[in-house]
């Protein structure tokens, strides 16, 4: 399913419905996982475009998606699992797009929280903090560092620095490796929990970096 599709998330829907009447099951659970990185920057060297593309998967998908399926939810008295970041907690220069994007889901999943709590159905909020995935990969991010700083004016270059750009990258590949934990099995515990415990907490904070913020 493309999230950023309305005619994706439609047809999905469509198939979930065909399966939910042909096996005669219920929705119990719908878990809001896509995300993107996007470019990471000081803001002077983004542009709106920037933001939309990250907000586009991170948070209009996620609302999309759980506009659709909302329903099925609401009739089951099921569970709506939405995964928000540690950047709502620790809201770091050059990560615009991201930390908005993800501190606009925790905004959402706390109206939803209260929208449907009459109806039975709990929202719950998947916390991460820095786990190596896809999103984490050097060389690409070290790309990606190029691309936004050559694309800049060169002014706006002079003024951070000729240096400025092989600084950032070379933080990155010192300190990222450092903080990225390899073993994410407990975050694929804690959906786990989100989705059949009884009594699921509203909140799973997860990784040593959350615990200290």
């Given at each position: 399913?493309?999230?950023?599709?309305?005619?994706?998330?439609?047809?999905?829907?469509?198939?979930?419905?065909?399966?939910?009447?042909?096996?005669?099951?219920?929705?119990?659970?719908?878990?809001?996982?896509?995300?993107?990185?996007?470019?990471?920057?000081?803001?002077?060297?983004?542009?709106?475009?920037?933001?939309?593309?990250?907000?586009?998967?991170?948070?209009?998908?996620?609302?999309?998606?759980?506009?659709?399926?909302?329903?099925?939810?609401?009739?089951?008295?099921?569970?709506?699992?939405?995964?928000?970041?540690?950047?709502?907690?620790?809201?770091?220069?050059?990560?615009?797009?991201?930390?908005?994007?993800?501190?606009?889901?925790?905004?959402?999943?706390?109206?939803?929280?209260?929208?449907?709590?009459?109806?039975?159905?709990?929202?719950?909020?998947?916390?991460?903090?820095?786990?190596?995935?896809g999103m984490s990969n050097l060389d690409s991010m070290q790309k990606m560092l190029d691309t936004v700083w050559y694309r800049a004016s060169q002014k706006l270059r002079d003024e951070y620095g000729h240096n400025y750009n092989e600084k950032a990258k070379?933080?990155?590949?010192?300190?990222?490796?450092?903080?990225?934990?390899?073993?994410?099995?407990?975050?694929?515990?804690?959906?786990?929990?989100?989705?059949?415990?009884?009594?699921?907490?509203?909140?799973?904070?997860?990784?040593?970096?959350?615990?200290?913020?």
């Open positions: 399913m493309d999230v950023t599709d309305d005619e994706s998330v439609r047809k999905s829907r469509e198939i979930v419905d065909t399966v939910l009447r042909e096996k005669n099951l219920v929705f119990h659970a719908l878990i809001n996982n896509a995300g993107v990185r996007g470019n990471i920057f000081y803001d002077d060297f983004l542009t709106v475009e920037d933001y939309k593309d990250v907000w586009e998967v991170n948070t209009y998908g996620v609302i999309r998606v759980t506009q659709m399926f909302r329903d099925l939810i609401k009739k089951s008295r099921g569970r709506i699992v939405m995964c928000s970041s540690a950047s709502i907690l620790f809201i770091s220069p050059s990560h615009g797009p991201y930390a908005s994007s993800k501190c606009a889901v925790h905004a959402y999943t706390t109206v939803l929280r209260h929208e449907l709590q009459p109806y039975g159905v709990d929202v719950i909020e998947i916390l991460p903090g820095s786990f190596k995935t070379k933080f990155i590949k010192e300190f990222g490796p450092k903080m990225w934990v390899k073993d994410f099995t407990c975050v694929t515990n804690s959906y786990y929990e989100a989705i059949v415990a009884r009594r699921p907490k509203l909140l799973y904070q997860i990784g040593w970096d959350v615990l200290l913020m």
